[in-house]
């Protein structure tokens, strides 16, 4: 079991906990509300895909504490770290002495552990109106590098964040990668079954958190040489170390278990997912949407979005497991591209919709959305990770994907593929 030692700091009030709540421990964004400073240094291990374990240190912001990270526990705090995360606070009213603090903070870090990652989150964005937030960013990221390199840091990556969007999802997902030991290996075969599958993309999840873990994205309709891909010749079985797609899926409908319930969710939902060629939007529910309960799939998103065209009917099985289905029309994109962070806020919404599944004392099992472009599947993988397979409807000979034995085929893939990537991401 490797454990990997994370340090969590930042100025008091900045965030931390929050955040660290909301990603581990499956808290809502307006439940954080309640959480009390954090005094001193609070220890969490937190379990990551099975076998790696977060030694994560929250480690309190008052000034006083700072004096006894930086003098008597200087090498117990910044000893061994592997990963450090320091949250600023965007609307601080002493930005100089949290500039300070951090560079106090490099510096023991590059005495006690040089070989440490080291990424930055400008957080709590949303207070930022919208139209400033991108300039505001760039002005905080300037002063953050100037700060790096006076210490002699060359190497950060820094996110600008909040807790009501999807933007945390995408800091974090990008924090948890660089500490996942064979992600490359992952990347590859998941590059493979993208390609056998004849996916647009795929996408795999980390089964707690939902942060995004890994992605495959295929050129459309066409193998590694060029040649055209058969959606008919689809992967069967799947060899212990190699995956094969020489072998023909027949027609196999998936049983499921319960009653059904219907509830609505904006049409945003659905957007996260398809190809537009509008600007992606920083916001996914609109809470007051008519006709519906938005929060039964998104409880924690509150910042007001944009009017939304219309609503997507969301059907759900509710019993042992769990699968929704969703359908909505679309007109055709004459350009299609895509949503830069349609992840991310995939994550945040089946995060909410797996917590809302819970309450209901019910387990969540996975997800069918489809419109006139697109099927999405998301289903659960290995022990620890989720997948979603996205294809498109039709192809070029009229030929309707996403239904019967085509949705078949793919839900048979991706349970022939579970014992494959169980090699590469181990059970707990």
């Known amino acids: ?10 100025k008091a009030h900045s965030g931390k906990t929050s955040m660290r709540s909301i990603i581990f421990a499956n808290y809502l964004a ?42 008597r526990d200087r090498e117990t705090i910044f000893r061994s770290v592997e990963l450090l995360i320091y949250v600023f606070d965007i609307e601080s009213d002493c930005p100089e002495k949290d500039f300070d ?61 909040s807790i009501w969007d999807e933007t945390l999802y ?29 996916a647009d993309e795929v996408v795999l999840f980390e089964r707690a958190t939902f942060l995004v873990i890994s992605h495959a994205q295929a050129k459309r309709g066409e193998n590694d040489d060029g040649s055209r891909v058969d959606r008919a010749r689809l992967t069967a079985g799947v060899e212990e170390s190699t995956l094969n797609n020489d072998e023909i899926v027949e027609g196999i409908s998936p049983s499921l278990a319960g009653a059904n ?20 939007e920083s916001s996914l529910i609109d ?45 055709p994109s004459p350009t299609p591209q895509f949503d830069a962070h349609r992840f991310e806020k995939i994550s945040n919404i089946v995060k909410q919709f797996k917590l809302s599944c819970g309450k209901a004392q019910s387990q969540f099992q996975g997800m069918d959305v489809r419109n006139s472009k697109f099927t999405a599947f998301i289903d659960a993988f290995t022990a620890n990770t989720y997948i979603m397979v996205i294809v498109s409807n039709t192809q070029s000979d009229g030929q309707e994907w996403g239904k019967g034995v085509h949705k078949a085929a793919t839900l048979l893939n991706i349970s022939k593929a579970r014992s494959h990537f169980e090699q590469f991401i181990p059970r707990s």
């Open 287 to 331: 809470d007051s949407t008519k006709g519906g309960d938005a929060s039964a799939l998104s409880p924690s998103v509150h910042s007001p979005p944009p009017p939304s065209p219309g609503n997507v009917a969301l059907t759900s099985s509710v019993g042992n497991t769990q699968r929704a289905k969703s359908s909505a029309q679309a007109a």
């Open 170 to 198: 995408k800091a974090w997902s990008e924090i948890v990668t660089n500490l996942i030991p064979n992600i490359g290996v992952l990347e590859s075969h998941l590059a493979d079954f993208c390609r056998i599958c004849d």
């Open 30 to 71: 307006r439940d954080t509300m309640r959480l009390s400073p954090t005094l001193d240094v609070e220890h969490h291990h937190v379990r990551f895909l099975g076998d790696l374990v977060l030694n994560l240190w929250d480690c309190g912001g008052q000034d006083a504490f700072y004096e006894s990270y930086f003098e």
């Open 1 to 10: 079991m490797a454990k990997k030692k994370v340090l969590l700091m930042g």
């Open 261 to 280: 319930l219907d509830s609505t969710v904006n049409e945003d939902a659905d957007d996260a997912l398809q190809m537009s060629t509008s600007p992606p």
């Open 101 to 161: 603090h951090f560079a106090g903070v490099l510096e023991a870090l590059e005495e006690n552990s040089p070989d440490a990652r080291i990424f930055v989150l400008v957080h709590k964005m949303d207070l930022v109106a919208e139209e400033e937030r991108e300039l505001i960013l760039e002005d905080r990221k300037r002063l953050i590098e100037e700060s790096c390199l006076g210490v002699g840091v060359q190497h950060f990556q820094c996110f600008g964040t």
